[in-house]
């Protein structure tokens, strides 16, 4: 069992930056691939970007790539999403997620899901 929680959420210019923390229980993180996905007000929940095990891949959603960047820190058992040039449309609820498969899924089939925190860009 692997609890997840988020920190790091907050308000924020557009333009300016923000870095969420995921904070993961049990001594096997460092064999979970790692996501972060966000749900916006009356939208879906969609895929921000993935880190394998191993940090050696990475992938991104389009809407994010070039600003926003994911890193984990297996010995600390915490992923991180450092988010730069924010945009309003940027404003989410954003979620870690994790799971056993060595693919990063754009999917929302991960295993073990955060509770959220909130990002507010204002313009």
């Known amino acids: 069992q692997v609890q997840l929680v988020e920190s790091g959420g907050g308000l924020v210019q557009a333009g300016g930056s923000l870095r969420l923390s995921c904070a993961a229980s049990g001594r096997t993180f460092s064999s979970y691939t790692m996501a972060w996905f966000r749900q916006a007000p009356g939208k879906d929940r969609a895929f921000v970007g993935g880190i394998s095990w191993s940090s050696v891949n990475t992938v991104y959603a389009d809407s994010v790539k070039g600003r926003f960047s994911i890193s984990r820190d297996n010995a600390k058992n915490t992923v991180y999403l450092q988010m730069n040039s924010l945009k309003p449309e940027d404003t989410a609820v954003y979620y870690c997620?994790?799971?056993?498969?060595?693919?990063?899924?754009?999917?929302?089939?991960?295993?073990?899901w955060g509770q959220g925190t909130q990002v507010t860009v204002s313009s």
């Open positions: 997620a994790a799971d056993r498969s060595y693919v990063i899924s754009r999917t929302g089939l991960y295993s073990y």
